[in-house]
């Protein structure tokens, strides 16, 4: 791996960990030990955010003139951007929303960046390596540091989060780098050892809802592998036939919430999801058009937030919904401008998959699917050193880069033509 490549992958493992990075780790790390925050922690979190997003900036304007050019391939989620730091005129903790909207904005901008610099094979190499590196190191939290490594919530002390802020997080990026194995698998030693090695943290994470998604990673693959080998017409009957049984699923699903929750081990209350969006309602419904401020809602005991707080009696970081969160935060107008820039992918993919060259586009599949599922019941899109964010505006460019290679490649295709034709009738 180059330098570069180096240096995207530590950035990469950053974000995969919010931030929080091992024994330097950021305020909302601690929310579940309820440990207070040291000296170490504060000056490490700032040093480390200051090192990450000055490594951007630099990767940025070294390739300034680029990224100016090529900025449009962000499509609907430059919008959404640009909204999170306009959001800072209406929200209720101004400083806050400017202090985590910029870095909002420039992590987007880096996953224009990896686009613009790395085919998608390059990217996904640059994701296995971090992959592997976040588990091995799970592993040794987990075993040998357990204190840090292990769960502190009740009832999972045994389950591991390792370098990461919750077993859930850590089973949600397991998955995610599953997926990126899959998004270009071949059969290899060192594949199936790193398969073996996401699996096992997977499961020692605990994470049933983790469990849940890796199952849906697993049959998509196989849907999209047949894909490959089917014709035209059944392609097309495939994919419809998937996304009818994805509706089905989640219709009887939610007509069965309570058998499922107890086979999950959770109450009918989704561990207190369903309270919390029955309390977001109503502040979505206060401001609905543009919201309280990019992340500007969940501040503890502080403004509105105190309301939700009081109501279901335990602290809430945020909305357990990701949908619902861009709403809450960025009102109706960042809700519509994601529903457009995800609509514009499948618009973008769609071409390709009827064509039946699944492999070109697997992986921006995957991240897709992956961010339509986590954020059910979970806040993965729109999150302040997030890995999602970046990974989601990469594949966007991903989409929008092949379109132009397609484009330019028929206008290649057709000079050609032009240039045949011209030249058989000078020989006529």
Request: aromatic share 14%.
């Amino acid at each position: 791996m180059t330098a570069e490549e180096l240096c995207c992958a530590a950035i990469l493992a950053f974000f995969a960990v919010q931030g929080a990075v091992p024994f330097i780790a950021p305020n909302q790390a601690l929310e579940l030990t309820g440990a207070a925050p040291t000296g170490l922690m504060f000056y490490g979190g700032v040093g480390s955010q200051l090192a990450v997003y000055g490594a951007i900036t630099y990767l940025l304007l070294r390739q300034a003139e680029q990224m100016a050019r090529w900025l449009g391939a962000m499509q609907w989620a430059l919008g959404l951007a640009v909204l999170a730091v306009a959001s800072t005129l209406w929200s209720q903790f101004p400083l806050y929303t400017v202090r985590r909207s910029v870095p909002f904005a420039l992590a987007g901008m880096f996953g224009l960046y990896l686009a613009m610099r790395f085919p998608v094979w390059r990217q996904l190499r640059i994701l296995r390596v971090m992959m592997v590196v976040l588990a091995v190191g799970t592993a040794v939290m987990a075993l040998w540091f357990p204190k840090l490594g292990l769960d502190a919530s009740a009832g999972h002390n045994f389950d591991w989060q390792g370098v990461f802020t919750q077993k859930n997080t850590c089973g949600r990026m397991m998955v995610l780098a599953t997926a990126v194995l899959l998004a270009e698998w071949r059969f290899t030693w060192q594949r199936m050892a790193m398969a073996g090695l996401f699996f096992a943290v997977l499961v020692m994470s605990g994470s049933r809802s983790a469990w849940l998604v890796e199952g849906a990673v697993i049959a998509l693959w196989g849907v999209l592998f047949l894909m490959k080998r089917a014709d035209a017409q059944t392609r097309v009957i495939m994919a419809l036939g998937t996304v009818l049984t994805a509706i089905i699923t989640a219709v009887a699903g939610y007509l069965s919430l309570p058998a499922l929750a107890s086979i999950m081990g959770r109450d009918t209350t989704l561990s207190g999801r369903t309270l919390i969006w029955r309390q977001v309602g109503i502040f979505i419904r206060q401001k609905p058009w543009l919201g309280w401020g990019y992340d500007a809602f969940w501040r503890g005991t502080q403004g509105a937030a105190f309301r939700v707080v009081a109501t279901v009696r335990f602290m809430v970081f945020h909305a357990h919904n990701g949908f619902l969160e861009i709403w809450l935060e960025l009102g109706l107008a960042g809700l519509v401008l994601f529903a457009l820039s995800y609509g514009r992918a499948w618009r973008r993919l769609w071409p390709a998959l009827r064509a039946g060259e699944v492999d070109r586009v697997m992986w921006m599949v995957f991240v897709l699917v992956l961010i339509l599922l986590y954020d059910l019941d979970e806040n993965t899109l729109l999150t302040y050193n997030g890995l999602f964010w970046v990974l989601y505006v990469t594949a966007l460019s991903n989409l929008e880069f092949i379109k132009v290679e397609e484009g330019l490649c028929g206008k290649v295709v057709r000079f050609e033509q032009r240039s045949r034709n011209a030249a058989s009738v000078g020989v006529s």
